[in-house]
């Protein structure tokens, strides 16, 4: 496979055309941001581990039955993935309280939640990531009413997934973020990275953050989180 131009290039990943139309070749930087786009930093190797973790958890859900857009790792910092018409939601599952939801319901971090709780999110750099309901989902034609169905099953499943193999790794999976494409035959797909970027992940005895949220709070051994990640899942 070569690997063609730059399609796209984003916060945390470039994509890359390649020579079969259907797959893109995705290139995991080190770059991270934070706050809407205004903090930037550069967390070392962390394109490498973001790899791993991903190749990770997506083998791991198709060893579960939840199909995504991976299809191999081709190096270090790269995956070919299948190339699918991207929805612009972000779709955020949470079992514990922590972030965003902490803060709007004035909730201590750490509350659990009696049920996981799904919300979206607009991509929309422009607009701030704003909060949307079905709804609205459906009223500006961002997707219909049966994809959403089909989003929060697949979203709620790898909820599931992931929760019972951290479980065994002593992490707690707090909340993450999943993004949704469209294949050619109008199918929904799992897509982008499942990584420390878009997840938050506790060590389950002491509740130490391993995940981005170091980054985010300048909290320090950011590095060295990314890296024990990894570690746990694989090895
Ligand atoms: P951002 O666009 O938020 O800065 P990234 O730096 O992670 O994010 O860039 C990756 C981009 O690729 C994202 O916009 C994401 O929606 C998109 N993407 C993820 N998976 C696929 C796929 N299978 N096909 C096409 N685009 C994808
Ligand atoms: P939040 O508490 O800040 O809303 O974040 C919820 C989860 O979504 C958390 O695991 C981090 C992830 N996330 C992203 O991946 N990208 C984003 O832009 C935001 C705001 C959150």
Known sequence: MNKGEVMYEGKAKIMYATDEPDKVLVYFKDDATAANGEKHGVIQDKGIIN?????????????????????????????????????????????????????????????????????????????GDPMLNRYHIMAIDIARVHELDEIEHIAFCVNTILKDNLRS??????????????????????????????CRFWDMATHEKLDKDRFRHDMGGVEEAYKEMLTRLTM
Do not use: Q
């Open 51 to 127: 790899n791993k973790i991903s190749e990770y958890f997506f083998k791991l859900l198709k060893s579960n039955g939840i199909n995504s857009h991976f299809i191999e790792v081709v190096s270090d910092r790269e995956m070919v993935v299948k190339l699918l018409r991207m929805i612009s939601l972000e779709v955020v599952v949470r079992n514990v309280a922590a972030g965003s939801l902490a803060k709007r319901l004035g909730l201590e971090e750490g509350t659990p939640l009696k049920v996981p709780v799904l919300e979206y999110f607009y991509k929309s750099d422009e607009l």
């Open 169 to 198: 790794k002593n992490i707690d999976l707090i909340d993450f973020k999943l993004e949704f494409g469209r294949d050619d035959k109008d199918k929904i797909v799992l897509a982008d990275e499942i990584s420390p970027d878009n």
